[in-house]
């Protein structure tokens, strides 16, 4: 079984800073890419920033300038920095990873249950 937990939301001030965790546990023997997603209430489910296996990070338009992804291969662990956060950065943000399990020979889809990020004064 493969496992991803999040951490680091929270409330914060219009300006302010946050950075989350995404810890991946189980029978892992390679994490491919791993993603941060978010859903705003009454919004479709936003791709915010990615990283491949070899550190390449691509991000969504609306966080560029704002945000880092950022991973820790030793420790399966992906981190998101947020600054100058916006009330509109408002939502549940999601970790997704593309993990190939010990023994397979290809990789599944796994993700966290989420943390709510919510950007108010």
């Known amino acids: 079984q493969v496992q991803l937990v999040e951490s680091g939301g929270g409330l914060v001030q219009p300006g302010g800073s946050l950075r989350l965790s995404c810890a991946a546990s189980?029978?892992?023997?390679?994490?491919?890419?791993m993603n941060w997603y978010r859903q705003a209430p009454g919004k479709q489910r936003e791709l915010v920033a990615l990283?491949?296996?070899?550190?390449?990070?691509t991000y969504a338009d609306s966080v560029k300038g704002r945000f880092t992804i950022s991973r820790d291969n030793a420790k399966n662990t992906v981190y998101l920095q947020m600054n100058s956060l916006k009330p509109e950065d408002t939502a549940v943000y999601l970790c997704?990873?593309?993990?190939?399990?010990?023994?397979?020979?290809?990789?599944?889809?796994?993700w966290g249950q989420g943390t709510q990020v919510t950007v108010s004064s």
């Open positions: 990283i491949g296996s070899g550190g390449t990070t």
């Open positions: 189980g029978s892992i023997f390679r994490i491919n890419r």
């Open positions: 997704y990873a593309a993990i190939v399990r010990i023994g397979a020979r290809y990789d599944d889809h796994y």
